[in-house]
């Protein structure tokens, strides 16, 4: 990596698998590996993962049941950019099982936007977003995240991302997902509760029945 992220917008939201599908209609978007190594012939021309996996991500969360230690699968770490021509990718060789093997990891000359799950904590009779928690119950939707301010590694300059195409499409993303979604409520024991997210109008029956929303008798409104 080519930079370092200083400042960060982050946004944390869940709705319902085909809203999510129609967030991205019409945009220009990939989805590009850059957090692990990948196969040498890796190129980025993937489209729909996303999709899939946030579908099978929603149907944990919504069914009501506890999480397994299997069900981390389920986790989405990817990345999105506008223009897979700033990723570039390294081929490196590792010995495994007695033989050398070759992958690639990549170099990214400028920032992705960055997609994680985030977790719904309960402490206190307060609800915090969190992105871990041991007991993986807590798991409730994701984060589209991208760094408001870089520092280029071999200049020291600091500079202001807004004026990248890649911004441009995180900033596209979060407004179509905003018209969508509302800021979340909840209600526990007749007490109002403001958690750090967004949801759905679609997607609210559904997520009340998660499992942890469901042991600390929190109802989404």
């Known amino acids: 990596m080519s930079y370092r992220g200083l400042k960060w917008l982050k946004f944390n939201f869940v709705m319902h698998p085909k809203e999510l599908k129609e967030v991205f209609n019409n945009l220009n978007y990939f989805i590009a590996i850059t957090n692990r190594r990948i196969s040498e012939d890796y190129q980025i021309r993937d489209k729909a993962s996303i999709f899939t996996d ?29 223009n897979p021509e700033l990723v570039n990718y390294e081929v490196f060789e590792i010995e495994e099982e007695n033989e050398i093997k070759r992958y690639k990891r990549a170099i990214q000359l400028e920032p992705v936007i960055n997609v994680a799950p985030f977790n719904l904590t309960v402490q206190n009779e307060k609800l915090s977003v969190a992105f871990h928690d041991s007991t993986r119950n807590s798991s409730l939707g994701i984060q589209f995240s991208y760094p408001k301010e870089i520092l280029y590694l071999k200049t020291n300059e600091v500079m202001l991302t807004e004026q990248l195409s890649t911004f441009q499409l ?15 409520k ?36």
């Open 170 to 184: 995180y900033s596209e993303l979060i407004k179509q997902i905003k018209k969508k979604c509302k800021k979340a």
């Open 186 to 221: 909840a209600m526990k024991e007749g007490k109002v509760l403001r958690p750090n997210f967004w949801i759905s109008e679609l997607a609210i029956a559904e997520v009340n029945s998660n499992v942890n929303l469901k042991s600390n008798d929190i109802i989404l409104v």
């Open 54 to 82: 946030y579908k099978a991500y929603y149907e944990k969360i919504i069914s009501g049941e506890e999480w397994s230690k299997e069900d981390w699968k389920l986790d989405i770490y990817t990345q999105i950019t506008d």
